[in-house]
């Protein structure tokens, strides 16, 4: 069989599409460690919260989102980004709002601050995510600074080697496809230690071997954690 020179190869590798699949984001397909119990806790005890104000702080891919989309389907509350001239302050007023990556997006202090009275003075709540403890955030308004030391603030750690088994095995489930769990073990031990990570493997292999026309294999699965990297190399 003649060899294919490395960039048809990769050319091929580029051809399958991204098909669209069902990931499972409801409450039942959350995967419970105790590195989320908190967090899971927290979401699940609404409407009954210690503050009307909530921060869920973690590292990318630890959950947050899954977590906010679960709240956010049982409370019916509203995506807000309070900007100045946004109205997030308005809908507030209305009912529960969710402000996603208050750390990495950015926000107005007035704004927020005004969010924050609005779901007080009217018995809603206030669901925010975010990478860092508020104490970090940017913030220059001694009035909002002092709103964010009254919510409660819940952290997700890191996930552990069982969590992440589980979560790539799910992953996996997802787009109908089942491995090994010895390859599961080996991956596993070879990653990153993060959900985001474990998102990027599982795509990758998904759709290499699709493009090869292959099954996923240790050797598949060596390589692309080679592409992926490991954070001692700062990747």
């Known amino acids: 069989m003649k060899d294919i020179p490395d960039q048809d190869r990769r050319r091929q590798e ?54 906010a989309a679960i709240w956010r389907e049982r409370s019916g509350a509203a995506s807000i980004h309070p900007k100045a001239g946004s109205g997030a302050a308005v809908l507030a007023a209305e009912g529960p709002v969710l402000f996603e990556d208050a750390d990495r997006r950015g926000f107005d202090d007035a704004e927020l601050f005004h969010v924050i009275n609005s779901v007080r003075e009217n018995g809603h709540s206030l669901l925010i995510t975010a990478r860092l403890w508020p104490m970090s955030w940017p913030v220059t308004l001694p009035d909002l600074r002092s709103r964010l030391k009254a919510a409660t603030v819940v952290e997700i750690g890191e996930p552990d080697e069982e969590l992440l088994a589980q979560v790539i095995v799910k992953l996996f489930a997802d787009r109908q496809l089942y491995i090994d769990d010895k390859l599961v073990g080996y991956i596993v031990h070879r990653m990153e230690r993060s959900l985001a990570a474990a998102q990027t493997v599982v795509e990758r292999l998904d759709r290499l071997a699709l493009a090869r026309g292959t099954r996923i294999t240790r050797h598949l699965a060596a390589e692309v954690l080679n592409e992926v990297g490991n954070p001692d190399e700062g990747g």
């Open 14 to 67: 580029q051809l399958p599409l991204a098909f669209p699949y069902d990931a499972a984001t409801g409450r039942d397909d959350l995967l419970v460690s105790a590195r989320l119990g908190a967090a899971v806790s927290i979401v699940d005890q609404w409407p009954h919260w210690p503050s009307p104000v909530v921060i869920l702080a973690g590292p990318v891919g630890s959950g947050k989102s899954h977590l």
